[in-house]
């Protein structure tokens, strides 16, 4: 079936390094792919999303390019904060609407 | 303002008792879900509803069931539970339930067995 695979966490940065979270895909179509953040105590937002090959997805500095050729959504952001510390979950839609996630990878940023 | 609303937010019981998880959304949306958050964060679809109608239902013990009086509302009462259903439960809406539609998230319902 549909799957996500996310790289593992925790990842630890520097305020203003950069950041990449590999996440990469499984899936029999051409789903939609998203990113989600979620701060801590709180649910899930969408942070990101792209609807098809070589889209890109861009919010408040993070970027991710769907990669058909290499099934890959890879999230990144050239400079991070303090305040972009929380988990980070890839996404896909699954045959019937539903969100597939990958685990999740938390991102602690020190100042 | 809020689009998702779930309550209670924090949820502490027994062994074996029957407890149920509300949930609202004021976005138009005609879809509705719930996940499952274990302990190692990760998340899966339990139920889905389309205009009141069950679309998915994962294999998920039938001590859950979930419930939908109008596409607004979709609550999800849990029956004699199990140490195991430890969670923290999400409630979601989109329009359409398409590939396209992001869907907005509650904030979760911390669901403590003792």
């Known amino acids: 079936g549909d799957s996500v695979t996310q790289m593992e966490g925790p990842v630890t940065l520097s305020e203003e390094a950069f950041l990449t979270i590999n996440c990469t895909y499984t899936a029999t179509g051409y789903p939609s792919l998203f990113w989600y953040v979620q701060y801590p105590g709180e649910g899930l937002q969408l942070l990101l999303k792209?609807?098809?090959?070589?889209d890109k997805g861009s919010n408040k500095g993070f970027e991710a390019t769907y990669r058909k050729e290499t099934t890959s959504f890879h999230l990144e952001k050239g400079s991070v904060q303090v305040s972009d510390s929380a988990v980070y979950f890839c996404a896909l839609t699954g045959s019937q609407g539903n969100l597939i996630f990958g685990k999740g990878t938390k991102l602690s940023v020190k100042p | 303002d809020t689009a998702v609303s779930q309550t209670p937010k924090y949820l502490v019981t027994q062994m074996g008792n029957d407890k149920s998880i509300k949930c609202e959304q004021n976005l138009g949306h005609d879809t509705m879900y719930w996940y499952k958050q274990d302990s190692k964060k990760f998340l899966k679809i339990m139920f889905s509803y389309n205009n009141k109608e069950l679309i998915i239902n994962e294999t998920v013990p039938n001590r859950f069931s979930p419930k939908s009086p109008d596409k607004a509302h979709l609550n999800l009462h849990i029956n004699s539970l199990e140490l195991g259903d430890s969670a923290v439960y999400f409630c979601?809406?989109?329009?359409?339930?398409?590939?396209?539609?992001?869907?907005?998230f509650g904030d979760g319902t911390r669901l403590s067995i003792l």
């Open positions: 979601a809406s989109s329009q359409g339930g398409g590939e396209n539609q992001p869907q907005h």
């Open positions: 792209a609807t098809k090959a070589d």
